[in-house]
């Protein structure tokens, strides 16, 4: 099973940016299929953006034009660009990797946006 290590996360005021990585082991990664989800206190978990083995992007309604997916296969590393964070950013953010029918997900990081 492939093994996903989120970074990045922290606090920052509200404006800020903040820039998440997450790196897998194992081989393959060029094919997989990747993705950030976030869960909030007393909420359910949710898709952010996703990104296929092509490159091609998707993202929350609530997060386009202010985050960027981006994957750097020489490195095993998938990245999210959080810029202009609101509060309601704040969450734990899940890095989720796709082979085939095989998902897994790393341990999460937490986002705080508070003044």
């Known amino acids: 099973q492939v093994q996903l290590v989120e970074s990045g996360g922290g606090l920052v005021q509200p404006g800020g940016s903040l820039r998440l990585s997450c790196a897998a082991s194992?081989?393959?990664?060029?094919?997989?299929?990747m993705a950030w989800y976030r869960q909030s206190p007393g909420k359910q978990r949710e898709l952010v953006a996703t990104?296929?083995?092509?490159?091609?992007?998707n993202y929350a309604d609530s997060v386009k034009g202010r985050f960027t997916i981006s994957r750097d296969n020489p490195k095993n590393t998938v990245f999210l660009q959080m810029n202009s964070l609101k509060p309601e950013d704040t969450a734990v953010y899940y890095c989720?990797?796709?082979?085939?029918?095989?998902?897994?997900w790393g341990q999460g990081t937490q986002v705080t946006v508070s003044s």
């Open positions: 194992g081989s393959g990664f060029s094919t997989s299929f």
């Open positions: 990104i296929t083995s092509g490159s091609s992007t």
């Open positions: 989720y990797h796709r082979r085939g029918v095989i998902g897994s």
